[in-house]
């Protein structure tokens, strides 16, 4: 148990008791003990990892201590065996795979739900392939549907169960992804994502949350990920003002959300989805020493 853990079972006076019930007598809250205790596993997206090649910069992002290579969901299908190969020997896996579907899941046209459910297949056998956690899914950025919330969320309630059948058979999962209201108005918070995940109760469908669109969504970003807990999968990272390198924007703090993981006993990747002002030979790792310091601080 960590001094955070402590601290939270020290809000309890019967903290003893408190490990089996819900609640305690005077109505505290107590929060499961995590499973195994949480682990921060850096990755970074493909594109925003320096090198020509991606070979140069699987060696660049092991050499900084990343454990994780989010590469993008377009065609995937086609690029599975070069993966593979560049993968062989190394210890940096695949983390999640970030969209690139063709189609709107929660589009009003059916043809195009369709295209979407038929893209994201073929991309998630592609993620499965290469033993990722999970290809990440917006339902529908602004603009791309005309269906009011009610209808969107009962369209992607009917969608979701036969996305989840081919990513479990596939050994991987869906990852919702909350956005900004600048760019979806539809989901946008960590924990309506956990709410659709619960309410579609199948183990292929799960939920991330991105630092960057969280700033703006969340009132908490501990809160969030605990409200998220079993269903959370992923995590994306970049500065909380103009989505840079975590540590380019002034201030660019991440404790309350890491601490969050950590009392959910987290097992999946924070992944680098950001620009850079700077080289990022040199902001890259500079962002990882932030991040695990504020891990260690959480
Ligand atoms: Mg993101």
New binding site residues.
Partial sequence: MNMNRRHFFALSATAGAAATLPHTAFGAVQLPQPAREARLRLSCQEGVAPGGSLAEKLDFLEQHGFEGIEPGGGGLGKRVEEFQKALQGRKIKVSAICAGFEGVPISENEETRRKAVASIKEILTAAGALGSTGMIIVPAFNGQTKLGHWEARETLLKILPELGEHAVKNNTRVLL?PLNRGEAHFLRQVADGAAICRDVNHPGIAVMG?F??MTWEEPCDMAAFIAAAKYLHHV?IASRKTRQMPGEDAGDNYEAGLKGLKLIGYQDFVSL?CGSKGDRKTTIPAAAKLIREQWQKA
């Fill in positions: 992804e991105d960057w669109h994306h989805e």
